[in-house]
């Protein structure tokens, strides 16, 4: 079983920066993908950005050039920097990993961080 851990949500104002980090504690699962999604209330849980093992990323036309997904596959974390935030970016946020024991793939999900965006 893949642990996500997940962290740095919070209240900030339009136009600040929030960090999200997600921690993950495998043992032999071998992580191809992580990323972030996020659900707003009533809405379905969307894309917000993923990056493979080999740093290549990819992002929601809505976050473009004020988000940045990175990871240390080192420590099996992924952040994500939220830059000039809007309230429209105003969600639950969760962090995903993609990957195998060796067999099938699979994906697990975090408990989910709440991230506000309001004056």
């Known amino acids: 079983q893949v642990q996500l851990v997940e962290s740095g949500g919070g209240l900030v104002q339009p136009g600040g920066s929030l960090r999200l980090s997600c921690a993950a504690s495998r043992s032999s699962f071998i992580i191809y993908r992580m990323g972030w999604y996020r659900q707003a209330p009533g809405k379905q849980r969307d894309l917000v950005a993923v990056?493979?093992?080999?740093?290549?990323?990819n992002y929601a036309d809505s976050v473009k050039g004020r988000f940045t997904i990175s990871r240390d596959n080192a420590k099996n974390t992924v952040y994500l920097q939220m830059n000039s935030l809007k309230p429209e970016d105003t969600a639950l946020y969760y962090c995903?990993?993609?990957?195998?024991?060796?067999?099938?793939?699979?994906?697990?999900w975090g408990q989910g961080t709440q991230v506000t965006v309001s004056s």
């Open positions: 995903n990993v993609y990957g195998t024991y060796g067999l099938e793939f699979s994906d697990y």
């Open positions: 990056i493979d093992s080999g740093g290549n990323a």
